[in-house]
């Protein structure tokens, strides 16, 4: 199973950025599809952003698209989100996922359709 460190988090005001970052170790993850989950506080995991292991598919959550960007570098063994015009509703502990899948056009976004979670990383965001 592979190993995920999320980092980047912190403090922001609203309208600005953060750009968070995934390290994944134990296993290459390029056969993985990647996926970034949020959770604040009193609320369920929910999903923000995924890409295949291709990079040919990003879906995205409809409360952040035009704002955020996943991406990932395979070489590097990383996955990143850029999160831009940030909101106080962003603010949540934000996971990264990996599931290990064939298809490389295959972008998973169920909590349920991954098996491999780091620890998170805060974001906060003032208003």
């Known amino acids: 199973q592979v190993q995920l460190v999320e980092s980047g988090g912190g403090l922001v005001q609203a309208g600005g950025s953060l750009r968070l970052s995934c390290a994944a170790s134990g296993r290459t993850i390029s056969r993985y599809a990647m996926g970034w989950f949020r959770q604040a506080p009193g609320k369920e995991r929910e999903f923000v952003a995924a890409i295949s292991w291709s990079g040919s598919n990003t879906p995205y959550a409809d409360s952040v698209k035009g704002r955020f960007t996943i991406s990932r570098d395979n070489a590097k063994n990383m996955v990143y989100l850029q999160m831009n015009s940030l909101k106080p509703e962003d603010a949540a502990v934000y996971f990264c996922?990996?599931?290990?899948?064939?298809?490389?056009?295959?972008?998973?976004?169920?909590?349920?359709?991954?098996?491999?979670w780091g620890q998170g990383t805060q974001v906060t965001v003032s208003s």
């Open positions: 996922a990996a599931r290990f899948i064939m298809s490389g056009y295959a972008s998973p976004v169920g909590r349920s359709d991954y098996d491999s």
